[in-house]
């Protein structure tokens, strides 16, 4: 079973905001004239710096050297290339870099805004994250309230790095508004910079920052297991997006193995960690961190332990492969209708609303 067969769902498409300038009239004027008075430009995170090879390939380019900062650029190179059914698009502009509660939540509501208007409103296959204020749990759930009446918002989207582990009772009001709208949480690679992206302070490169957000993930996933997010939550899901894939399997052998010894720290725990992040967690496919060859990408899944954990992604425009290679080489055809379809559908339940 090849992807064109399958209408294959995207878990990670980037639609890209080209200008503070486009979110300006998603403003009240007192927010437009704030900004003009301070003479901000950009809250352009750094996490995806626009010229870095990464960030873009070349063919996806537009003359200004820019991508996916518009739907039909969306359509051509991506929805209409891969035959998919839906792609979820997470905008990841940098909201969570704001000091300011009151800014942030004036910028993620913008964007959210300008995401309908400018992207869901004009293509029906694309689904969209809800982009909050992380800096205010009360002003994001607000936001999470009002933007999940729209059924094309599927997912609640939250930056891997930020002020604190996410684990924290201080975030829990935002996954209790997110399970109650049915919505999963998605953790995308990315960071608010107020502290270093790795644990022995900041680096030099940004190729260091970059293969540094898989420990990023890690500290996330301890948290979200250890503070008890999934006991509290039950129905909650968590998607990590641009994570990788083959450091679950190590890490969660050794969370599990000090949990064994260390359980009476955290009695709400009360089962192996590996059996809570198999049942609540799913993980996008691309980057896909593993060499080539179906044998071994076979056996990667079967130490996952789980057919249903991985979800197909492009992450367009990000370049993460060559050509039409959006599958790891070697992929076993046998499970790509799962995690092209089934998984996402599994995840995100506001899709199956769509289909037939």
């Known amino acids: ?74 359509a051509t190179q991506a929805l209409d290339r891969w035959n998919l059914r839906f792609a979820v698009g997470n905008c990841i502009y940098g909201v969570h870099m704001a000091f300011s509660e009151d800014l942030a939540a004036v910028l ?35 936001e999470i309230r009002r933007r999940s009446e729209d059924r094309r918002f599927v997912q609640v989207l939250l930056p891997a790095m930020a002020e604190a582990p996410l684990g924290r009772r201080h975030f829990w009001p935002i996954y209790s508004a997110a399970e109650r709208a049915g919505l999963p949480i998605g953790i995308h690679a990315g960071s608010s910079y107020r502290h270093p992206v790795t644990p022995v302070g900041w ?43 083959t450091w679950l399997t190590p890490f969660l052998w050794r969370l599990t193995k000090f949990w064994r010894g260390l359980r009476s720290e955290v009695p709400w725990v009360d089962r192996p960690p590996s059996e809570i992040v198999r049942e609540h967690v799913r993980m996008t496919i691309q980057p896909f961190d593993a060499p080539d060859g179906t044998e071994r990408l076979e056996r990667i899944i079967d130490h996952l332990q ?6 197909f992604s492009s992450d367009f425009p990000h370049w993460q492969f060559d050509g039409d290679e959006v599958l790891p080489n070697g992929f076993p055809e046998s499970l790509v209708g799962r995690i092209a379809v089934d998984n996402p559908l599994e995840t995100y339940p506001r899709m199956k609303e769509c289909m037939p």
């Not at 901000?40 to 010229?51: R, T």
């Not at 805004?113 to 759930?141: F, G, K, T, Y």
């Not at 789980?306 to 979800?311: G, N, T, Y």
């Open 108 to 142: 993620a509501r913008a964007v959210n805004d300008w995401l309908v208007r400018e992207w869901l409103d004009r293509e029906p296959r694309l689904r969209a994250s809800i982009v909050v204020p992380l800096q205010n749990p009360e002003l994001a759930v607000d």
């Open 306 to 311: 789980s057919d249903r954990m991985l979800l």
């Open 203 to 245: 680096p030099s490169h940004y190729v260091e920052d970059y293969a540094s957000q898989a420990q990023a993930f890690q500290g996330q996933l301890a948290s979200l297991v250890c503070e008890g997010v999934f006991t509290k939550f039950p129905n909650l899901k968590v998607v990590l997006i641009e994570s990788g894939v």
């Open 1 to 74: 079973m090849k992807l064109l067969d399958v209408s294959a769902i995207d878990c990670d498409v980037h639609p890209t905001v080209p200008d503070l300038a486009d979110l300006l009239p998603y403003m009240e004027p007192h927010w437009r004239d704030t900004i003009s008075d301070r003479g901000i430009e950009a809250f352009e995170s750094i996490s995806y710096p626009p010229n870095a090879p990464l960030s873009a390939r070349p063919d996806w380019r537009d003359e200004r050297g820019r991508a996916a900062q518009n739907v039909t650029s969306l």
